[in-house]
């Protein structure tokens, strides 16, 4: 087990929640950020291939042992869109609400508004590791016509868990993380980083 890990991403939300996640294993996670590692190009079709671009990048570019996530919202009436062009949906600049509104306006009236969140969370002992951890994690839900509640990021206002009857952002923390689909993907890294360590 490493002491000390980089985490492939600059979005504060995603930071926090692996962060929460990792802590009671005891490991440094820090941003790239803090290395002045810029963000890797993400040029793929598929989560898998997204993450370990970014994870390959921090850890070339720090020497450590580094993680990286790629995740987005599918929608099935969409034909999976935005997939992984979830943060770029809207174009530059990034902007949740600029995301949300597109997402309301593609979907339109549409009655069939099933979705799913998606994650790949990738771990490469560096830049070359041919042994990638890689955990994926699902969250099914469908997409509201209006945003609900001030929590979480991305489209956590629209994305409603029916067992629940309640978006991802009126969630605490704490049960999001145990429910989400990030939050399923760190469960099962931390099996395997504990199998491993």
């Given at each position: 087990m490493?002491?000390?890990?980089v985490?492939?991403?600059?979005?504060?939300g995603?930071?926090?929640?692996?962060?929460?996640?990792?802590?009671?294993l005891?490991?440094?996670?820090m941003?790239q950020?803090?290395?002045?590692?810029?963000?890797?190009?993400?040029?793929?079709?598929?989560?898998?291939?997204n993450?370990?671009?970014?994870?390959?990048?921090?850890?070339?570019?720090?020497?450590?042992?580094?993680?990286?996530?790629?995740?987005?919202?599918c929608?099935?009436?969409?034909?999976?869109?935005?997939?992984?062009?979830?943060?770029?949906?809207?174009g530059?600049?990034?902007?949740?609400?600029r995301?949300?509104?597109?997402?309301l306006?593609?979907?339109?009236?549409r009655?069939?508004?099933e979705?799913?969140?998606?994650?790949?969370?990738?771990?490469?002992h560096?830049a070359?590791?041919?042994?990638?951890?890689i955990?994926?994690?699902?969250?099914?839900?469908?997409?509201l016509?209006?945003?609900?509640?001030s929590?979480g990021?991305?489209y956590?206002p629209?994305?409603l868990?029916?067992?629940?009857g309640?978006?991802?952002?009126?969630?605490?923390?704490?049960r999001?993380?145990?429910?989400?689909h990030?939050?399923?993907?760190?469960?099962?890294?931390v099996?395997?980083?504990?199998?491993r360590?």
């Amino acid at each position: 087990m490493f002491e000390k890990l980089v985490i492939a991403s600059n979005n504060p939300g995603k930071l926090r929640e692996i962060g929460q996640i990792l802590a009671p294993l005891g490991i440094e996670v820090m941003p790239q950020s803090a290395f002045g590692v810029t963000e890797a190009d993400e040029p793929h079709g598929t989560f898998v291939e997204n993450a370990l671009a970014k994870a390959r990048h921090a850890a070339g570019m720090t020497g450590l042992p580094a993680l990286a996530d790629d995740s987005g919202i599918c929608v099935e009436a969409l034909g999976g869109a935005p997939g992984v062009q979830s943060a770029r949906y809207a174009g530059e600049p990034r902007s949740d609400e600029r995301n949300n509104a597109k997402l309301l306006e593609m979907l339109g009236e549409r009655r069939d508004r099933e979705a799913h969140y998606y994650c790949v969370i990738v771990v490469m002992h560096h830049a070359q590791d041919p042994q990638p951890l890689i955990a994926q994690g699902l969250w099914r839900g469908e997409i509201l016509r209006m945003p609900r509640g001030s929590g979480g990021f991305g489209y956590d206002p629209l994305f409603l868990d029916p067992e629940f009857g309640q978006t991802a952002a009126e969630l605490a923390p704490a049960r999001k993380n145990l429910m989400s689909h990030r939050g399923k993907a760190l469960a099962l890294l931390v099996d395997a980083l504990k199998q491993r360590g």
